[in-house]
């Protein structure tokens, strides 16, 4: 069975997520991103998980080898599912961050983002100034992560299929950029549909403004999670 789809908590308070969490009734997979995480502190996390919700805090940390191992402790001890780096950080960032976070939180999971979905492979070239295309960076970035011994990527779903065939089958991908129609992408330049990301083998989607937004998050949500998981 598909993974639940993780529900960006793309609000600024913690009153603002609180009032969208009061309108649904089972468990969730919500990312607290940096925004939230900002405004609220890590007493959201606990507040959170009282609830029964698993947490993806979404920090995309990047930083110099001892800086992010050292937050990683931190982090580890906030009872979080899954958290995030750079792959650009590089392999020693990665697998130093990948430790400290085991050592304090055994069954969290910790992915590395490659690029981000607002990129496109022009841009990309432009700016990062690299000869690569958009999928060998980011399958490059992936083989890093993957030797560091992190649990998997976040990449967009079009690049899901070529990182098991290319890695490993049970390497995570987790895919954001979803949207009910690939012609509503917001600020989103690599987008696909619920159908599609689970067709491409993503094995977890992450969804924000769709539900957030929606005038009906409840339903919208259960939308998604239907067309997702295929029923």
Known sequence: MAAKPIIALDFSTYEEAKTFLAGFDEKLYVKIGMELYMQSGPAIIDVIKAYGHDVFLDL?????????????????????DMVNV????GFDMM????????????????????????????????EQKTPLSLTDSVLHYAKLAYKAGLDG????????????????????????GIRF??????????????E????????????????????????????????????
Request: proline content about 5%; cysteine-free; glycine content about 4%.
């Open 153 to 176: 990527v976040v990449s967009s779903p079009l690049e899901s299929r070529m990182i098991h065939n290319e890695i490993s089958p049970d390497f995570l991908t987790v895919t954001p």
């Open 86 to 89: 750079h792959a650009a950080g």
């Open 181 to 194: 129609s690939e012609n509503n992408s917001d600020d989103q330049v690599r987008v696909v549909t619920p």
């Open 196 to 231: 599609k990301a689970k067709m491409l083998g993503s094995d977890y989607i992450v969804v924000g403004r769709p539900i957030t937004q929606s005038d009906q998050p409840l339903l919208a949500y259960r939308e998604i999670k239907r067309l997702w998981e295929g029923e």
């Open 60 to 80: 995309k940390l990047h930083d110099i080898p001892t800086t992010v191992e050292r937050t990683m402790s931190v982090l580890g001890k906030l009872n979080v």
């Open 95 to 126: 697998q130093r961050a990948a430790a400290a976070f085991r050592k304090e939180n055994a069954a969290g999971k910790i992915i590395a983002v490659t690029q981000l979905t607002s990129k496109d492979e022009q841009t990309m070239q432009q």
